[in-house]
């Protein structure tokens, strides 16, 4: 049977982080401004010039394999609850897992790294660890029958795997995937953002003309996507579309951006045309807004060239000041946030945006310091990551779906 063009859909999503420990918690406290930010206590931090981060304070269990899951680490053990969230709430459960082409796609930068950790701190405990430990062991535990992959394309690795998850279904190699962004707070992952000079040493600004860097963070996204002839059979409602995607790279420079942003321009309307939109519909950018001065002024360069024609100004804002810079969880954290948003026709706004930085400025743009309310349709997700990888997704409300096509 040919899928190339069947619509996308997601059933489920789950959602762990600093401020929420599943879906709605997380899009409450959004929504009220709370910020995950506290003292890093994981790791000895005494000689960082940086020494607070967004640090889960606890771990939740595992519903379905709580005692299976403690012998694994720190990463997977973030993940699971998420995923039996996005499960359940895709009415999925352990045996559906295992008697279909379930396939799994999990986005990482730093992977299954306390072992590794652990090891050079000459405490090897045998837990398995490396990139592909996390997608092998959830695997495992689940049964699945269809693709895993493992995608490690540093901070755009989420949608990198929900993108690979899109081709999958559309070439029939599996009947749902789960969509997965994850990564734990990481000694070495701090030490190296805080060997850069990339972290702040109090909070998160994304385009504010005070900023100071970023916050890392811990967490992780999860979309169930399956086509949605496939989610009606089951008499399932569709909580949004994936319509389409964009990735590029610049090879500008090994960390810095490209500040004339041509492949985040490219990335952008390659997944608007993808959708078979134009950029003047869509009506929320949920923008990769790190607070560093080079990828904040990027990202804005590229947003004004791809809606300078915008009707109404497309709005904008960025997540993490509230829960700091997730890696690869970032852009599945915030397809998850994007959901909430269609569902429930409300944006969040930026945390600690006070003063717009003047480069950041432009009247197609409309950047959220506020809660706001009103017709949400069509949403542009960014994320960006070191060497120049860009990666956009554009998702949209159910009833919108594959309505927009040209």
């Keep these: 049977m040919n899928y190339s063009n069947a619509e996308i859909v997601v059933t489920g999503i789950g959602v762990y982080n600093t401020i929420g420990i599943h879906a709605d918690s997380f899009w409450e406290q959004l929504l009220a401004g709370k910020n995950g930010l506290r003292k890093i206590d994981l790791f000895d931090v005494s000689e960082q010039r940086a020494q607070t981060g967004c640090q889960l304070t606890e771990l939740l269990p595992s519903a379905w394999f709580a005692s299976e899951s403690e012998t694994m680490g720190r990463t997977t053990r973030i993940v699971l609850p998420p995923i039996e969230e996005a499960l359940l709430q ?3 459960d352990q045996a559906d897992c295992s008697g279909g082409k379930t396939g799994l796609c999990i986005g990482t930068t730093m992977g299954e790294i306390e072992p590794l950790e652990k090891a050079m701190r000459g405490d090897p405990n045998g837990q398995t660890g490396g990139p592909h430990a996390i997608a092998e062991q959830i695997a495992t535990l689940l049964a699945l029958q269809g693709p895993i992959w493992t995608f490690t394309n540093a901070c755009a690795a989420g949608n ?42 109090d909070a998160c600004r994304p385009f504010d003309v005070t900023r100071k860097g970023l916050i890392l963070g811990e967490g992780a996204g ?20 994936i319509l389409g995607y964009g990735m590029t790279s610049d090879a500008h420079h090994i960390t810095r951006p490209d500040p004339k942003a041509k492949g985040a321009v490219r990335a952008m309307r390659e997944a608007v045309a993808m959708a078979g939109i134009h950029p003047d519909q869509i009506d929320y950018v949920s923008a990769h807004g790190t607070g560093t001065m080079a990828n904040d002024r990027m990202e804005a360069t590229a947003l004004r060239e791809v809606f300078a024609n915008h009707p109404t100004s497309v709005k904008v804002s960025s997540i993490k000041g509230h829960i700091g810079h997730t890696l690869g969880a970032a852009s599945a954290i915030e397809a998850v946030m994007s959901v909430k948003a269609l569902q429930t026709q409300m944006l969040p706004p930026t945390l600690h945006l006070e003063n717009l930085d003047p480069a950041c400025v432009a009247d197609s743009l409309h950047m959220l310091r506020e809660p706001w309310r009103g017709k949400v349709s069509l949403i542009l997700s960014n994320s960006y990551a070191f060497g120049g990888v860009n990666s956009s997704i554009v998702l949209s409300a159910p009833q919108e779906g594959g309505v927009f096509h040209e």
Excluded: C, K, Q, Y
């Excluded at 009606?232 to 569709?238: C, K, L, N, Q, S």
């Design 222 to 241: 999860v979309l169930v996507m399956e086509r949605r002839e496939s989610a009606e059979a089951r008499g399932v409602t569709p909580l949004a579309h």
């Design 160 to 201: 990198f795997a929900i993108a690979r998850s899109m081709d999958e279904l559309r070439s029939g190699r599996a009947d749902r995937m789960i969509a997965a962004g994850v990564d734990a707070m990481s000694w070495a992952a701090f030490t190296g953002f805080n060997s850069l000079r990339a972290m702040s040493t």
């Design 90 to 92: 895709a009415g999925l």
